[in-house]
């Protein structure tokens, strides 16, 4: 984090350029719009906004080349959490220079997300030589990247990594940042193999941290949790601080199952970067799992404070925290934050979670009529097939079910979870831990094993037909697979392929009915499971089918 300016740099030029100042003292904006216009910014291009709310709808109307941010805003968001916005909602793009302002010279007092830092930090009082020299050296950098945003903001990521390879060529200054760009927006578009290879050149000439991060990250992604966790320690060996490794080691470790260290790796990330709404979250969850109450009640309500103001925050804080509360035998305040949740939060999913929850406190502060009344009420939202809800709304609901003694209904949404995502190994490893807190852990191994099972031979049955020519018969085997495992992401693809074979084996002639069909699946499974690279593959080929049947 650097905060001081070092070296020369090349001369500004500030006339063409936007700017934005974010200040919620009228002096201290009026300060930094004089230092713009005595850097030659032109008054019109100069926009300021007193807070946050003002700020967001500002970047949301304005494409700005320059944001200057204080950190401390008084009320409201504070600048970290602006600029977390910004780049979640996609306001600014690589080429926008975001400079955070701030009278803190320590490191933990501006430090947020790692994955939305500021281009650079400037030190209060700013001056114009400061400023000149910064923004020279940032839009020094920031130029290589103008015209590969502006395909990126217009969501052609092909083109975007074309311009990368174009740069590449030539661009030796930025050839670093460059590669690592392309690497994310491979990892973006879900073409995960590309991303490898990339990753795997650069650190044939070098061992760069972020490209064995990369690697890692993939392997996490492919299902290769053992050696994610190899690379990632030897990054940690030599950067203890970064932030993205320590997150990614905890989710390898949870995926081997190894909890108490993926405690541990969270824990180090928490110091490191303690006003992170999502990393206190993650922290908190893990120490609730290895009971570690209080651990688990700081990190939850920290992330709900943090995230007060935040883009990023989670309704899970406030679910974990209330969790946390009934097991350190405090139904009254669980209650209360539940309450708390559902003032923040609408949505089904959300208040079906939430219902469960409620549902727990009062099996476990000793009210089985009130947890009876609940589950049969969430049994009867499930059964009638209208409520929607996701994997972690679905198992705690499995939990208050067996919690009060209606183990057929939580089998059933057990093994219906595992069927969709038999792939899923945290999922299994969460399935699993639900039947042995109810005391049926061998049967419910039993019961995820023969679920998963089940599934694996559904997804395949389609594609080993069309391997034999039996394009109906695997058209009408994936749609039964559909049918029984609506969200299962590979059940999807694989209706896509087998219906792109059908479509491919019709003579030049395309069914529209198929077209519209594999068309609804792709969309379905990309709603899932953004950014698979299947997703990308499979609308290729069927845009191929479209352009060979038009021509």
Known sequence: MTFEPTGSAPEADFSSKTFLIVDDFQGMRTILRDILRSCGANAKNISTAGHGTEAINLL??????????????????????????????????PACAWIMVT????ADAVSGAAEFQPDTYLL????????????????AKKEAFTEIDRAVRAGNHAKAIALCDQRLAFDKANFTDLLRTKCDLLLASGDLARARQTYETVLASRQIPWAKVGVA???LQTGDPAKARTLLEEVLRDNGAYLEAHDLLAKALQALGEFEAAGQALERAVRLSPNSVV?????????????????????????VTLGEHSVLKTPDAYLGLAKTCSAKESPEEALRVLGELGKRFDGETVQLQAMAVEGIVHHQSGNPEKAQQIAE???????????????????????LLLATGNKESAVALLQNEVQNSPDNAALLTEVKEIFTHAEMGEEGAQLVEASRAEAVEMMNRGVMLVRNGQHDEAIAAMRMAREAMPKNVRVLFNLVYVLIAKLQNGAGTLDDMLLAEARASLDAAQQLAPGEARHAQLSASLNALTRTAGA
């Open 103 to 106: 009278a803190e010279k320590t």
């Open 217 to 219: 990250k993939i392997l």
């Open 377 to 399: 009420e969430l049994g009867r939202k499930l059964a009638d097939g209208n409520t929607k809800t996701d994997s972690q709304g679905t198992l705690e609901v499995a939990r």
């Open 124 to 139: 209060k009082p700013i001056t114009e030589t400061i400023l000149r020299q910064r923004l020279a050296r940032i839009w």
């Open 60 to 93: 949301s109307s304005t494409r700005f080349d320059v944001v200057l941010c204080d950190f401390n805003l008084g009320e409201g968001k504070n600048g970290q959490q602006i600029l977390e916005e910004a780049k979640v909602r996609q306001l600014v793009g």
């Open 279 to 303: 990393r206190q979250k993650n922290f908190g969850e893990m120490a609730l799992k290895l009971g570690q109450l209080d651990h688990a009640e700081r990190a939850f309500r920290k992330s």
